[in-house]
């Protein structure tokens, strides 16, 4: 039996889906991620924009083209924002699963896909899930730790989808993290700076348990509530810690902050950034910005244009304002002209380019450990400890490495291996 588990959006979608794989390997099933003829489609969807949603729903129109016959099970966040928007792509549907609970997928399967579908399964999710180990990854491995936003951001609609936050214990989180054989691995969940297990454990002990990890840790997305001394002391015990901070900010206005129920302010934020450069010198910080919120004005983009230039991004990943149906910014706000956001994204992202070309010059003829990932026209790719996108010349082995870097190169930098 063949089955091709295809993933939309996040991180913590494609950690699932490996987990996903690894159960119906189990199940003698052949797997692949993407979209070829198989007797089995799960889709894992998302619904962070309503792009997504659109492209979740033409992802499964794209499985019945492959195999009209197949049986076709959707979950994540766009088949739980959505349930019945699927149950009109015709007999193939076999099960909405829905964004919680996707040990749900496995179940239906060891159940036996028999002729009738089973329909609608969402489900309520109140503490965390353990699945199944992912799918072995050399190069870079993810392990999920928490699930779940309490936050309530008023742009987003993904704590309505995903439910309240839930916490894997600390021992298992740990065992996984200890046991990758993986070059570098990365701690992700929902919101992993809201990660607490149920003994009362946060993110700063689980560090500390993995302190010795030979594997690279690096951390997924976090929030400024986060970055206290002893959570920055923390990772400095970390022997093979990757000093990246995805610092989310989305905005640096506080006025738009507050609209956003963002709760901090602009200095806040620049404040935790001297904490973390105060730890970590050569540390990148970068971030998320929504541009074209409907409360921004012009001054208040001009905020978020300076604040690129007052933390040092390294780099910003700017998006135009999505409305989401459900949330209060949807309730409460009148979206901005698209041709305004268009402009705007545009402004930022070009402010945000120089600050990360300005970054990148400061480590000309310095050493980086360089993690190589693949080899393609003729260069060896990867990533540095503090996320700088590394080109080496020709091919080399695939672990980590010393290199000096020669100057700036493509996205990145272009580096040569330093002899021991």
């Known amino acids: 039996m063949k089955a091709v588990v295809y993933t939309l959006g996040c991180k913590v979608n494609d950690v699932e889906s490996g987990s996903i794989i690894r159960g119906l390997e189990e199940l003698g099933y052949a797997v692949s991620r993407e979209m070829v003829e198989a007797d089995l489609y799960i889709i894992n969807t998302c619904a962070v924009t309503a792009e997504a949603e659109r492209k979740s729903r033409q992802t499964v129109g794209k499985s019945i083209k492959c195999n009209p016959q197949a049986k076709i099970i959707v979950c994540g966040c766009a088949s739980e924002k959505s349930p019945t928007s699927f149950l009109e792509k015709g007999d193939t549907m076999y099960a ?7 040990n749900k997928v496995l179940e239906l399967v060891r159940e036996g896909l028999s ?13 965390y ?23 309530f951001c008023s742009y987003c609609v993904i704590p309505y989808l995903r439910g309240r936050s839930r916490s894997r214990l600390l021992e298992n989180a740990a065992q996984e993290i200890l046991s990758s054989d993986a070059q570098e691995t990365v701690v992700t969940g929902i919101d992993v ?47 093979h810690f990757a000093p990246q901070f995805h610092l989310s900010l989305q905005s640096g206005s506080d006025q738009v902050l507050k609209s956003m129920n963002r709760h901090y302010t602009r200095a806040e934020y620049l404040e935790k950034c001297r904490m973390i450069y105060d ?12 541009v074209g919120f409907p409360t921004e004005t012009e001054q208040d ?38 041709a305004l956001k268009k ?9 945000a380019a120089e600050e990360k070309k300005r970054y990148l010059e400061r480590f000309v003829g ?7 990932e693949n080899c393609f026209d003729g260069y060896t790719e990867g990533y540095s400890e503090n996320y700088i996108r590394v080109y080496v010349e020709g091919e080399i082995a695939k672990h980590p490495t010393q290199v000096c870097v020669d100057g700036l190169f493509k996205d990145g930098v272009l580096a040569h291996v330093v002899e021991e």
């Open 96 to 102: 909405i699963t829905g964004a919680k609970r996707k």
């Open 115 to 127: 002729e009738e579908g089973k329909g609608i399964q969402l489900e309520e999710e109140k503490t």
């Open 129 to 151: 899930e353990e699945m199944p180990l992912p799918e072995c990854l050399k190069t870079r491995n993810f392990v999920k730790i928490q699930d779940g936003c309490n936050r």
């Open 193 to 239: 700076s809201e990660y607490k297990d149920e003994k009362g454990r946060d993110l700063a002990d689980l560090m500390l348990a993995v302190k010795d990890a030979d594997t690279r840790i690096r951390l997924g997305s976090l929030e400024v509530s986060l970055i206290t001394p002893r959570f920055l002391s923390a990772l400095q015990q970390v022997k």
């Open 279 to 290: 730890i970590f010198p050569n540390a990148s910080i970068t971030t998320d910005i929504i």
């Open 301 to 338: 983009f001009q905020d978020s244009l300076r604040i690129v230039q007052e933390a040092g991004f390294a780099q910003v990943h700017a998006f135009p304002y999505s409305p989401r149906e459900g949330t209060n910014a949807y309730k409460k706000y009148k979206e901005l002209p698209f």
């Open 343 to 351: 402009e705007r994204v545009e402004r930022l992202l070009q402010t």
């Open 366 to 372: 310095k050493r980086l450990e360089l993690v190589p």
